[in-house]
């Protein structure tokens, strides 16, 4: 066991779809995944292993934010071997041309994370995602027909603000969406040397204040949930 997860060596898998909602991870083993079991509940952040096409997937929550996914990320990768880690999340979108549940495929992240500055001492480091888990997570976006877009993404550790001056900075420079989870995972998974990708759904635009409805919602998710099952099987 780790500090934070309660599973024991060999209970998750190399390969982990990273929702930020633990009940998104239940909704996920249950609906998707074969011989499904529960390896962790710790703090109510459920962890789940099972099968995808016969190989082993697991499914773990993260919370919000990226002190929270710095640290399942880190005990995955150390403490249980994991090589491959999709996030599976929602974001609002920052350009015009994204419309409610489209599809992000994050290429790289701006943050104003004050992580990233207590790991390179106020130096800008730009964290990418694993280029052949990315081409092939566009690749099956758009055999599904689906809406996707691949680019920049802005990276907070706020989603309540004091101004949106930042934000309208980045919409300038063409950044797509914005969240507040990917920084983290793709700062450690380049640390550790591991494959890690985040596959967006909008939720929300900042610019016309559009919402998705919560049946709307569920599509979009089953949509990105398969194609992160797929992409996390190829690569």
Request: aromatic share 8%.
């Amino acid at each position: 066991m780790s500090i934070h997860l309660g599973a024991q060596q060999g209970d998750i898998a190399e390969r982990v779809l990273l929702p930020g909602d633990p009940l998104r991870a239940k909704f996920v083993a249950e609906h998707f995944l074969e011989d499904v079991h529960c390896y962790n509940e710790v703090r109510g952040m459920y962890g789940y292993t099972g099968r995808y096409k016969g190989v082993p997937v697991s499914v773990q929550g993260t919370g919000m934010g990226n002190p929270t996914m710095s640290i399942y990320a880190t005990e995955l990768i150390q403490d249980y071997g994991v090589k491959k880690l999709i996030r599976i999340g929602t974001c609002g979108a920052m350009q015009k041309e994204l419309q409610v549940r489209d599809i992000v495929l994050a290429q790289a992240v701006s943050s104003d994370s004050n992580l990233m500055e207590k790991i390179f001492y106020g130096c800008n480091y730009a964290p990418t995602a694993d280029f052949g888990m990315l081409s092939k997570a566009h690749q099956l976006a758009q055999q599904k027909q689906v809406n996707v877009f691949v680019g920049n993404i802005y990276n907070s550790d706020e989603f309540y603000r004091e101004t949106l001056d930042r934000l309208h900075k980045f919409m300038d420079f063409g950044v797509l969406a914005v969240e507040m989870e990917s920084a983290a995972l793709y700062t450690l998974a380049a640390k550790y040397g591991v494959k890690a990708l985040s596959i967006l759904t909008v939720g929300s635009h900042l610019l016309t204040n559009e919402r998705s409805s919560h049946q709307d919602s569920e599509k979009s998710f089953h949509d990105m949930v398969e194609i992160a099952l797929h992409t996390i099987l190829a690569e």
